[in-house]
């Protein structure tokens, strides 16, 4: 079964601190993808990956940076957390190639900023 | 840019009753279509897609059609239970960059029993 696994569920960090989101795909997927979801607003894009040390922004980048040094692995760092980044985040992972490869989401990790 | 368009939530249906949840889409290509569903806590999961005009999806008795003449995608199912109470996204994307896809801002659906 294939599977993105982000590190926490839950998370309760205080204003400045340096938050890291870990997530990890099994299905060698060149593709990941980090969205931040909020009720009204649907799913933004903050960063994505499509190869190992690459990176490129999205629709909602600011106040966020992210690693990708190993082909399974993708984090997401909010360099001072501020109470506007309490959020669901969830990460994705896709293949790539022709055919509609669809996305595959993590559980999600609530973060809450206080 | 693309844009996707979904009707306004919540929706609340009795069980058994006929689900239609309306998507429309604006793409400056030829998109492949998608429909997630996320279930309370969990992340998102894809119900059902299509990859073409006139092509159907279907699964767990949802069915979409994609129509490219009316630029849609609607989401339907005959008879609701209320194991499907969720939160439905249609969403879009290209075969070049498949997962970088453009999501609606998500139907919440309240089945009753």
């Known amino acids: 079964d294939v599977k993105v696994t982000q590190s926490s569920r839950y998370l309760v960090k205080r204003t400045g601190e340096k938050v890291f989101l870990e997530c990890v795909q099994d299905?060698?997927?060149?593709?990941m993808f980090w969205y931040r979801q909020d009720p009204g607003l649907g799913l933004r894009l903050i960063y994505f990956s499509y190869d190992v040390k690459m990176k490129e922004k999205g629709d909602i980048p600011e106040g966020y940076s992210v690693s990708r040094e190993k082909k399974e692995r993708f984090s997401l760092i909010l360099e001072s957390a501020s109470t506007n980044q309490t959020s669901m985040y969830l990460c994705?992972?896709?293949?790539?190639?022709?055919?509609?490869?669809?996305?595959?989401f993590g559980q999600g990790t609530r973060l809450t900023v206080v | 840019g693309d844009s996707v368009t979904q009707m306004e939530g919540p929706v609340t249906l009795s069980e058994e009753a006929f689900l239609t949840i309306n998507c429309t889409y604006t793409?400056?290509?030829?998109?492949?279509l998608f429909w997630y569903v996320q279930y309370p806590g969990e992340g998102l999961q894809l119900l059902l897609k299509a990859t073409k005009a006139d092509d159907k999806g279907s699964n767990k008795g949802f069915e979409a059609t994609y129509r490219k003449e009316t630029t849609s995608f609607h989401l339907e199912k005959g008879s609701v239970q209320v194991s499907d109470s969720a939160v439905y996204f249609c969403a879009l994307s290209y075969n070049t960059n498949a997962g970088k896809s453009t999501f609606g801002d998500g139907t919440t659906l309240t089945v009753k029993p």
């Open positions: 299905m060698d997927h060149e593709n």
């Open positions: 793409a400056t290509g030829y998109p492949s």
């Open positions: 994705a992972s896709s293949g790539r190639g022709q055919g509609a490869t669809e996305a595959f």
